[in-house]
């Protein structure tokens, strides 16, 4: 048994390269190792031990009738559970079956696949890691470079620096898809605990899905009153009838009761795993509702960086945050999982560096044409070296508008802030976006103050 149970850590390896959060490392990882072990912990008894013990009459040879009643259904009477055990019944859900319609037969089908059952839910938990695995395609991994362990020397330590960031630099807005198909494995991850749950519904005959809450209620009520509802649902004792022809040639019924010792273990197993997959939903749930705030949030995006990297410094992931895109937000965020934190501050750093340098070399680029005659009349507002920002502006110019708006105003940073101010927006983007020259050639000097 505990070689088996050693085996398990090979089965499903965690790798130290994190490519995935830690959310949706309890489905493959944690949910998938304790179901591979209640499967092996069922078959282990149901095919080492006897799973099923039936009493019976002499004249019936005991392999005959447990083979049978383990191969065919066995069942209770519904109307069994309201009598007195010990007095009315010797066991709850046992009784003369011949006083009772078959509409009041309850009859479990599922004693002996529960082992199977078990594995492939394993199967389907492991299920969005795979497709995550593929498509992630060893990305990260590769980025690393063993940049996490910090034991290469200092001239290998930059070159491998240079080439991470010289691929950030040339593939940045391009991670977006990569970036999507996680989030599908985290909503597959979502969809699967929820789909287990009714799938175990439909497996128990429509008794899972309010198992747990039958099992507090039963706790909480009072002794002479309460059914348990494990009872009912993983029956330690049932019936089972069994047909032969007798001497006359006629046949025969023979009605057995039958021990099932596995339904102890499985109790316990379901019970556990009704609570585990509440948690695991709830969790899921909200990482879900995660993961759609930071798409359409960069502020929050922001907010999260900071927070995870305090080393970063905020102006740096400002920067990247507002050249970038969500698919390279989450890129970023899995590198700083698993760089040294020093390097990927560097790295951060030098990134943020190279972006700011872009956007003001572009407005140079375009500011230089015409630096001092910005009206269109050929008459000079501005002065060369002067600091200008315009007052009637009410806000930044905000990251989710359009990257046409944001490089329209930032052409003419150099002429209204030629030292670096900060492009600020209009109140009315929607209106003055595409006609910025024109809106400033209309207002006068007196709009504008020094500072």
């Known amino acids: ?20 959060t830690a959310v949706f490392r309890l489905h493959y990882s944690l949910t998938v190792i304790l179901l ?85 839910q394993a199967i389907l938990f492991y299920t969005p890691r795979w497709l995550w695995k593929g498509w992630e395609g060893g990305k990260i991994h590769a980025l690393m470079m063993d940049l996490d362990i910090g034991l290469c020397s200092e001239v290998e330590k930059k070159q491998k620096k240079k080439m991470l960031l010289d691929y950030l630099w040339e593939n940045l807005r391009f991670h977006n898809w990569w970036a999507y198909r996680y989030y599908l494995c985290e909503v597959l991850a979502l969809l699967n605990v929820i789909g287990q749950m ?58 057995a009761v039958c021990i099932l010792p596995l339904n102890v273990v499985n109790e316990k197993i379901y019970v556990f795993l009704w609570f585990w997959f509440l948690f695991l939903g709830v969790l899921s749930f909200i990482t879900v509702l995660y993961r759609i705030v930071i798409i359409f949030s960069p502020r929050t995006r922001v907010y999260l960086l900071r927070l995870r990297f305090r080393l970063v410094r905020r102006d740096a992931v400002e920067t990247i945050v507002r050249r970038s895109k969500v698919g390279d937000w989450f890129l970023l965020y899995m590198l700083g999982e698993n760089l040294d934190t020093v390097i990927y501050r560097d790295v951060m750093h030098e990134l943020a560096n190279k972006l700011a340098s872009r956007h003001h070399h572009s407005i140079a680029s375009e500011g230089d044409r015409n630096e001092h005659d910005f009206r269109g009349d050929g008459k000079t507002i501005f002065q060369r070296g002067e600091t200008w920002r315009f007052i009637p502006l009410c806000q930044r110019w905000k990251d989710e508008q359009p990257s046409t708006a ?23 983007n929607n209106r003055v976006k595409d006609k910025l020259p024109a809106c400033l050639a209309t207002h006068s000097r007196k709009h504008f103050a020094k500072i």
């Open 36 to 120: 591979i072990s209640f499967s092996l912990i069922v078959t282990t008894r149901q095919y080492v031990g006897n799973p099923i013990d039936c009493i019976h009459s002499k004249d019936l040879p005991e392999d005959v009738l447990n083979t049978y009643c383990w191969i065919h259904s066995t069942y209770t009477i519904t109307a069994a559970y309201r009598k007195r055990e010990g007095f009315e019944v010797p066991f709850l859900g046992v009784d003369n079956s011949k006083s009772h319609p078959e509409t009041e037969r309850k009859e479990y089908r599922y004693y002996q696949w529960v082992c199977f059952m078990l594995f492939l």
């Open 1 to 20: 048994m505990l070689d088996i149970f050693r085996g398990l850590k090979s089965l499903i390896k965690i790798s130290h390269v994190h490519i995935d």
């Open 406 to 428: 944001f490089a329209s105003c930032s052409r003419y940073e150099r002429v209204v802030a030629p030292t670096g101010a900060i492009c600020m927006g209009w109140c009315d």
């Open 198 to 255: 009714f799938l175990m519904n439909r497996f128990f005959d429509g008794a899972f899905l309010t198992f747990g809450i039958d099992v507090l209620r039963f706790l909480e009520s009072d002794q002479e009153d309460r059914v348990d509802p494990m009872i009912y649902v993983f029956p330690r004792m049932t019936k089972c009838t069994f047909y032969k022809y007798g001497v006359s040639g006629e046949v025969e019924r023979h009605d």
